[in-house]
């Protein structure tokens, strides 16, 4: 197998395997298949992407991207606005137990979650209930 990159440590993708793949998030969205990279039913939903900040440092070995979890409601407006907290402060915590676990061959090396800001309530245009949260990873290949 080729040695990873800098480029190859994908904080998004990382996580995203991560809570797919968590009992505890599956529990606290109301069952699987409820985590990916789009806004999808079912609902609530959680939404894991890029951020739009993070610090690269002197990019070359380890950076704190942020990645945004976004949890979605239905567009219906259930559940309310907070439980749809409740349900991404969840997330958000199973996110930071990866630094605990062990290191899998393959993948980068993460080191630290934490909140890079607030939580913030941000329904869509069609009034769609929404949260989001910016989380910087620590990591490297």
Do not use: Y
């Not at 395997?17 to 609902?43: H, K, N």
């Not at 979650?113 to 309530?121: F, I, M, N, R, T």
């Amino acid at each position: 197998m080729a040695e990873l990159t800098l480029a190859d440590a994908d904080p998004v993708s990382a996580l995203l395997l991560w809570l797919q793949q968590s009992a505890e998030v599956a529990d606290a969205l109301g069952g699987p298949g409820r985590v990916s990279g789009i806004a999808e039913a079912p609902w609530p939903h959680l939404v894991i992407g890029h951020g739009p900040g993070g610090d690269l440092r002197d990019f070359r070995w380890a950076t704190a991207p942020e990645v945004t979890l976004e949890v979605h409601g239905d567009p219906g407006g259930w559940p309310g606005k907070a439980e749809l907290r409740r349900i991404l402060v969840r997330c958000a915590q199973v996110a930071q137990s990866i630094v605990e676990a062990p290191h899998k061959p393959g993948q980068p090396v993460i080191n630290g979650v934490k909140p890079s800001g607030l939580l913030l309530w941000s329904p869509l245009v069609d009034g769609q209930p929404r949260w989001l949260l910016n989380l910087a990873v620590t990591l490297h290949p």
